[in-house]
């Protein structure tokens, strides 16, 4: 197997089980620490430490440290958040979300410099096309790595199923679930059905050990790219400043394009944030129980996996205005369901739609809207990317924020309110960028292939 191949499927299995076990125990929270809203406010904090993180620390650690240290040691924040769920507290959980924020960043900045840097390498030496090199590992770390949201929420669900103690959910307790959702009632629900602490640590347990091992994997077989192969990117990692990369950041938002695209990209941290904080605890844990929430979240994995590599082949033939087109009537539909509907476990099929159609719609909002920063922002790529990793976590920070705040019905309203002001905001950049260069829009469908690989990752 040829040399960088392997450093990138170390790389790429590395992060499987990281996320694995991370993105299990997110989808948990709202659940598993329903108390005072502890879960749902970690996690706000954690998104909040992101920001902060994504503005400062990627460039001096990967300088510092090297790609491979820099993975190595953000992957150790991860696992300090597993280990701060094992005594669930205010002193414990909350320090251990800002520890994770503030390693998010520089694990993924890392490993798209790794990516880059091995892609030119190899290219040189094979006389290929770097872009080309570089784009087949990403696609490759992908295809692995989509898969984490399958498995981590695959095992919460087959080892807290495993509770002897199966409480009945009476039908009195059943009103309480759903959009108008009585929210003293639904957490003392909660809190009656929640697994043993003996299954609870078993759980964590697992994810630590997946956690460990995706670190021992890093340190024992990825190879650190030399000093001479890394030159080039140290240059320019070196070059702009702390100051300068932040205010480049803001000095963006005099492009009214940038602008425009700020409700759509806030609005992916918000409807990510509805799923994995309200979704998962007011409809499914209200009305089924905690054990059910990992298969829920692994219908929406899937589905979000397998619509992100359709829609990014689909797209280059039907242009990113219907995609965007069909991911508004998707989750606006969604959305006015679940304000509707009343959950209940005799409807056990309709839990899995919902998370399904709402995969769907964020495969859309994922491939496309990283697509578009990337190609409407060619030459100021670094800002445009700040900017979205900067309102998307902003997204999630309110979503979680006001979690325990307002009722499921008022933060569906939000939702689509918010949605609709994407749209119209979507539908004005549109229109200013046909006005500007007519021959624009038709250039930019054509090239619109989906999101580049090393684009998502930034």
């Known amino acids: 197997m040829e040399r960088n191949l392997k450093n990138v499927l170390v790389i790429s299995f590395g992060f499987l089980l990281l996320f694995t076990a991370y993105g299990g125990l997110q989808s948990l929270q709202s659940s598993l620490n329903s108390e005072e809203g502890l879960g749902v406010a970690s996690l706000s904090v954690l998104y909040a430490a992101l920001i902060l993180s994504s503005m400062f620390l990627p460039p001096v650690l990967i300088k510092k440290l090297g790609c491979k240290w820099t993975i190595a040691i953000s992957m150790c924040c991860y696992i300090a958040f597993s280990l701060g769920n094992f005594y669930t507290s205010w002193y414990t959980l909350i320090p251990t979300s800002v520890i994770l924020g503030l390693g998010g960043a520089p694990l993924w900045s890392a490993k798209c410099t790794y990516f880059t840097i091995a892609g030119t390498s190899y290219a040189e030496k094979a006389g290929k096309n770097a872009k080309d090199i570089i784009n087949q ?32 959910i009476s039908e009195e307790d059943l009103e309480c679930c759903g959009a108008y959702n009585c929210l003293t009632d639904t957490t003392n629900t909660t809190e009656s059905a929640k697994p043993s602490n003996a299954l609870i640590y078993t759980l964590l347990g697992v994810y630590t050990a997946s956690g460990v091992l995706a670190v021992l994997l890093v340190i024992i077989f990825l190879e650190e790219i030399k000093s001479n192969q890394a030159e080039t990117e140290k240059e320019k990692l070196e070059a702009p400043s702390f100051w300068s990369t932040f205010l480049a950041t803001f000095r963006h938002l005099k492009d009214k394009r940038q602008c425009l695209l700020i409700p759509l990209t806030t609005y992916s941290g918000f ?87 709402w995969g769907l719609a964020d495969a859309v909002w994922q491939t496309q809207t990283n697509g578009l920063y990337g190609i409407l922002f060619e030459k100021h790529k670094e800002a445009a990317f700040a900017n979205y990793r900067l309102w998307e976590s902003l997204g999630f920070v309110i979503a979680f924020g006001y979690s325990t705040k307002l009722q499921a019905y008022i933060k569906l309203y939000i939702l689509l309110s918010v949605l609709v002001l994407s749209m119209v905001t979507y539908a004005a950049l549109e229109y200013l960028e046909a006005k500007s260069s007519p021959g624009t829009s038709t250039t930019i469908k054509k090239e619109n292939g989906g999101s580049n690989s090393q684009e998502r990752c930034m």
């Open 271 to 357: 409807e990510q944030g509805f799923l994995s904080g309200d979704y998962t605890k007011v409809y499914v844990t209200c009305a089924l129980g905690i054990q059910y929430v990992g298969y829920v979240m692994i219908c929406f994995a899937a589905v979000n996996s397998l619509c992100s590599l359709l829609f990014g082949k689909i797209s280059q033939f039907t242009g990113r205005k219907l995609l965007f087109a069909l991911a508004t009537v998707t989750n606006a539909a969604c959305i006015i369901a679940l304000l509707l509907w009343k959950p209940h476990p005799k409807q056990l099929a309709v839990f899995f739609v919902f998370p399904g159609l």
């Open 137 to 168: 590992y990403f696609g490759v770390f992908f295809l692995v790595f989509q898969s984490s949201g399958i498995w981590g929420n695959l095992i919460s669900s087959l080892i807290l199923s495993q509770s002897s103690t199966k409480v009945e």
